[in-house]
């Protein structure tokens, strides 16, 4: 399981399981780098413009941070949300926009190369014309394939096949390091098959999903009629119900992030008793994995055997039908302008409140991101990421690592035993930083300039066949789960590693010529949150070989437990929207992360200090402007139904509230701003949360 700093919106629901959002234009990201290279002495890096000083900082913090910001600035029309990321992100995307024009305009690229293939993907998807003689004509070799099933016996292997191409099905395999055996590979199978965001917009009783669930009918059926389908509104109705079915055995999103109930390993003959009437054998075979693996591991065993039910009661008709729905709808926004506008106008109007699409240029940098990030990564780093950004980030990384361990020996919680183990996990992290050493390899990958949906279909099937040579063969450590020019961080439990992509490694997050204050508030919490998913409710029950083992003892597993539901508590109170609260037990690992990476930040700054007092810059001390480091990264705003999703959907909790929420808990943001008993941001010391 990889957990990342920020959400990312997953285009294709492919076993490696990462895509990003693609970014409008927009003004340059505040910074203070140009005026610092002007000024010969050391600069805040705090964004002051921002500030409202009407606000108190005792009383919201985050509005005092970024008041000024929120009540000017208007989300761009192609957005959901806009903020320090997204504009950190357009920086990132314009970089990426420039390598890509330039290939993408020569005319000596070497046939087979990266570049010719950077240069023709890019190409491919700004040809609108032929996108639109082509119409729906791409998908028929698929529809055909569908259409040529006659029994529901051969829809297994039709499912396998269907899932190289990253459309969402019922059964997912994919393959992932054995979460208890993390030196091997396994293959994994998942619950999917949803076209709504999550199993609550089918299921949940209330005005706003239930809208969301009319306007979805309403789509599929405009897209069926579009693709020529007879019936098309009988077939949506269909299509729904069974959606619905799925929908009803899945398990949650809180369900899911349990890395033990997840974690269910059978042997193969196992499965079919879970799931007696499905050719696995077909599907595996289908799939590529046949015969090379002994076992599976079943995420939710319940949704697979709850699958019989819904496969016998579901006419083979439906079946069909819905499958060719899931392929058109994977693959709309490739076609022709009127299924990318209905596309649009459901996925990104209805769900998300997005008025505009985005600048097709900024589409094809996505495409060329998705299907090419690694060969794009390599130009991106050659331009765009110094050589002492690293080392600078190198030392960072080393005294958080020693504030964390600091930490541990002297937590009042914890016993000598279990902070024994928890020390022995911390010693085995692998910090990454900027870029892979090993670059991925994209010979096999064929990209023609007159062939989008091919290029695309090719991209994901070449993608899926990377995971599968991995079975068999030694655990490669080497891989990177983000591009360089990412601006996120992740964490990956299996390989207990902490990556920080170079994208991110800029203002507001990393500032090279600002002092060190607002750097441990952005990168030194990032650092410290990565950090602390290794100890946050679900990877505290791995270890630092990345093997789910149970290493407390259970006095200090119930001290744990008791901390980690006063902050499910604390989250569960806050409401972004009226009529929304925050899923605190969604969000717990990132709220842990958060909490934990910003008072571990702190400590590290004080190490990284010396004993020397800090300077005043701008007026504000050392840790004042550490604290403003860490609010100013949350610096943003998100559409209501954008808000709604993120609630049901993302494990993060919005930005106001992973800016504020940490403070509340920390005693040293009290006595940095004098906050009191009467302000808004205090919280009784006995109500305070610290974990790590
Ligand atoms: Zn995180």
């Not at 920086?91 to 046939?111: D, N, V, Y």
């Not at 019922?170 to 999917?192: C, I, M, T």
């Not at 077909?282 to 599976?296: E, I, L, N, Q, S």
């Not at 591991?297 to 008709?317: C, H, N, W, Y």
Request: one cysteine or more.
């Amino acid at each position: 399981m990889r957990r990342s700093f920020i959400s990312l919106a997953v285009t294709a629901l492919c076993s490696t399981g990462i895509a990003n959002f693609a970014f409008a234009e927009s003004p340059a990201p505040a910074s203070t780098s140009a005026s610092a290279k002007a000024a010969s002495k050391t600069v805040s890096g705090l964004d002051l413009q921002w500030l409202d000083k009407n606000v108190r900082p005792q009383d919201d913090f985050f509005q005092f941070m970024s008041g000024k910001w929120l009540a000017t600035t208007e989300i761009p029309a192609d957005r959901a949300r806009f903020g320090a990321f997204d504009q950190l992100r357009d920086l990132s995307e314009q970089r990426s926009h420039a390598i890509i024009k330039t290939l993408a305009t020569s005319t000596k690229l070497t046939p087979g190369s990266n570049q010719q293939k950077i240069a023709d993907l890019y190409n491919s998807f700004m040809d609108e014309a032929r996108a639109e003689a082509l119409d729906i004509s791409p998908l028929q070799a698929d529809f055909a394939r569908i259409d040529a099933v006659t029994k529901k016996s051969e829809l297994p292997a039709l499912m396998a096949q269907l899932a190289k191409l990253g459309v969402s099905l019922p059964v997912q395999s994919g393959v992932g390091q054995d979460a208890k055996d993390s030196s091997r590979y396994a293959v994994y199978v998942s619950q999917g098959g949803l076209g709504l965001p999550d199993r609550d917009y089918y299921l949940k009783d209330d005005a706003k999903l239930k809208g969301y669930r009319d306007a979805y009918l309403k789509h599929i059926e405009a897209m069926l009629t579009m693709s020529g389908q007879k019936d098309a509104d009988k077939t949506a109705a269909a299509i729904l119900a069974l959606e619905t079915e799925l929908a009803k055995i899945q398990w949650s999103k809180v369900e899911n992030r349990n890395p033990v109930k997840t974690y269910n390993k059978l042997e193969l003959a196992k499965l079919n008793e879970l799931l007696p009437d499905f050719d696995w054998s077909a599907y595996f075979a289908a799939a590529g994995t046949g015969g090379k693996m002994d076992y599976v591991v079943v995420r939710q065993p319940s949704f697979v055997s709850g699958l019989a039910k819904v496969m016998e009661a579901t006419p083979i008709d439906a079946w069909k039908a819905y499958f060719k729905w899931q392929v058109l709808s994977a693959y709309a926004p490739y076609l022709s302008k009127r299924f990318v506008d209905q596309d649009f106008a459901f996925s990104s109007v209805t769900l998300r409140g997005i008025p505009t699409n985005q600048a097709r240029w900024k589409r094809g940098v996505a495409r060329v991101e998705e299907g090419l990030s690694e060969a794009l990564g390599q130009l991106y780093v050659e331009k765009h990421f110094p050589a002492e950004n690293k080392a600078r980030m190198q030392a960072l990384v080393n005294n958080l690592m020693l504030a964390y361990k600091q930490s541990i020996e002297t937590l009042s919680w914890m016993s000598a035993d279990t902070k024994k183990e928890a020390l022995a996990k911390l010693s085995k992290f692998t910090p990454k930083i900027g870029y892979p050493d090993k670059w991925r390899d994209y010979s096999k990958l064929v990209i023609a300039k007159d062939d989008l949906v091919g290029n695309i279909m090719r991209g994901r099937e070449v993608a899926n066949q990377r995971q599968l040579n991995k079975l068999g063969k030694p655990v490669d450590r080497s891989e990177w789960g983000m591009s360089p020019q990412t601006v996120n961080a992740y964490y990956n439990s299996r390989q207990n590693e902490i990556v920080f992509p170079a994208a991110i490694l800029q203002p507001p997050f990393f500032n090279a010529l600002a002092d060190d204050a607002v750097n441990y508030g952005g990168i030194g919490a990032v650092i410290g949150h990565e950090i602390s998913h290794g100890f946050d409710d679900s990877g505290s029950q791995s270890d630092g070989d990345g093997n789910l083992r149970d290493w407390w003892t259970a006095d200090d597993k119930a001290n744990f437990g008791k901390l980690a539901g006063a902050l499910v508590a604390q989250y569960n109170a806050y409401s972004p929207l009226p009529g929304y609260q925050l899923n605190g037990a969604l969000t717990l690992g990132e709220n842990i992360a958060d909490n934990s990476g910003l008072a571990i930040a702190y400590k590290a700054y004080q190490i990284s200090l010396g004993g020397k007092p800090a300077p005043v810059l701008d007026g504000y001390t050392g840790n004042q402007r550490l604290f403003m480091g860490w609010a100013q990264v949350w610096r943003g705003k998100a559409r209501d139904a954008e808000a709604i999703r993120l609630i049901a959907t993302d494990p993060h909790s919005p930005s106001a509230f992973r800016g504020n929420g940490p403070l509340t808990n920390l005693p040293e943001f009290y006595s940095a701003f004098g906050v009191k008993a009467g302000d808004k941001m205090f919280v009784a010391p006995e109500k305070r949360t610290t974990i790590w």
